[in-house]
């Protein structure tokens, strides 16, 4: 496990200056195309991480952002939870390329979010922990990690953006979509 790994991660391993960039909206057809997988060590993709979590960062209440949201089609995304109420495990801010989930615990409901989707949220059970594996970008590192509660949820909904995925494909139907609400 490299769990310390992760939680030591910086966005100043990358070495460049992130640059903010537009989120993409459903119906756009890269959010529901499987991304390529990566060379994390590319001079692109490290750009590519700098660049999600500059994103990330100036987006409010965003916890995780995948490259096919912001109009790039491939497998990499960044995470930050800490600030979240429901966080109880955290890594801190890192970002994954080629992610993956090898092991999973028993599922929980409970309501999503998601920059390309800004006016519904949705009901969706996902597993209550899990084990990822992934590389860091920049030096392509593995790294393979166990988590659990929101940053268990917010890395499967990274997760399934790579795979051309959004909540509202794993909602149990329209009773559980819901408006988003707007809070003054």
């Not at 769990?3 to 960039?21: D, N, P, Y």
């Not at 390329?97 to 309501?111: D, H, L």
């Not at 929101?150 to 051309?164: C, K, N, S, V």
């Amino acid at each position: 496990m490299n769990s310390e790994r992760v939680a030591a991660w910086t966005e100043a391993e990358l070495g460049v200056e992130g640059r903010v960039l537009d989120v993409v909206r459903a119906p756009d057809g890269v959010l529901s195309a499987r991304g390529a997988d990566v060379d994390p060590t590319s001079a692109d993709i490290v750009q590519l991480a700098a660049d999600l979590v500059a994103t990330m960062r100036v987006s409010p209440g965003c916890v995780g952002l995948a490259a096919n949201q912001v109009g790039v089609g491939v497998r990499m995304f960044c995470v930050d939870v800490v600030e979240h109420p429901k966080t109880r495990t955290q890594h801190g801010t890192f970002v994954l390329c080629n992610a993956e989930v090898v092991e999973s615990s028993r599922n929980e409901r409970a309501r999503e979010g998601c920059m390309s989707v800004p006016d519904l949220t949705g009901d969706v059970k996902r597993a209550a922990r899990l084990t990822v594996r992934g590389e860091l970008p920049g030096t392509g590192e593995k790294v393979e990690f166990s988590t659990d509660a929101f940053e268990a949820r917010a890395l499967q909904h990274e997760i399934d953006h790579t795979d051309g995925l959004l909540f509202l494909d794993r909602v149990a139907g329209a009773h559980a979509i819901y408006p988003r609400q707007t809070y003054l």
